[in-house]
C-alpha cells in the first residue's frame, strides 16, 4: 500500500506562484510514474502533468504548459508541482497520484493510488 501526502496548498493572487509537494510512503517498487490531476467545483478531474520515474519523460495539459513545471527528487520519494503565473481559473483541488508500472498516462483511470488533494485558490 502507498501513501501520498500533499502539500503546499493556499491561496493567491492571479499571476502568483505556489509550489505544491507529494511525499509517497509505502510499497516495494520506486520505478513508479508520478502525476498531478486537479478537479474544480462541478468539473471533472482533469490532468495537469505527469512524470516518468528517471524523469526522462514529462508531459503537461495545454493549459499549464508554460507556467506549471513537474519534477521529482527519488532519493526523497517526493513530487514537486511549480506553478507560476497561477490564474482564477487553476483554482481546483490538486491531487497527486502514481502509476505503479512506471507508465507517464494523462487519464486518471491509469493511475493506482490517490493522495486526498490540497486546495488551490487564485484570487482575481
Not at 41 to 58: C, D
Not at 103 to 119: C, E, I, M, R, S
Amino acid at each position: 500500500q502507498v501513501e501520498l501526502v500533499e502539500s503546499g496548498g493556499g491561496l493567491v493572487q492571479a499571476g502568483g506562484s505556489l509550489r505544491l509537494s507529494c511525499a509517497a510512503s509505502g510499497g516495494t517498487s520506486r520505478n513508479y510514474a508520478m502525476g498531478w490531476f486537479r478537479q474544480a467545483p462541478g468539473k471533472e478531474r482533469e490532468f495537469v502533468a505527469t512524470i516518468s520515474w528517471n524523469g526522462g519523460v514529462i508531459h503537461y495539459s495545454d493549459s499549464v504548459k508554460g507556467r506549471f513545471s513537474i519534477s521529482r527528487v527519488n532519493a526523497k520519494n517526493t513530487a514537486f508541482l511549480q506553478m507560476n503565473s497561477l490564474k482564477p481559473e487553476d483554482t481546483a483541488v490538486y491531487y497527486c497520484t502514481i502509476n505503479v508500472y512506471g507508465v507517464p498516462a494523462l487519464n486518471w483511470g491509469d493511475y493506482n493510488y490517490w493522495g486526498q488533494g490540497t486546495q488551490v485558490t487564485v484570487s482575481s
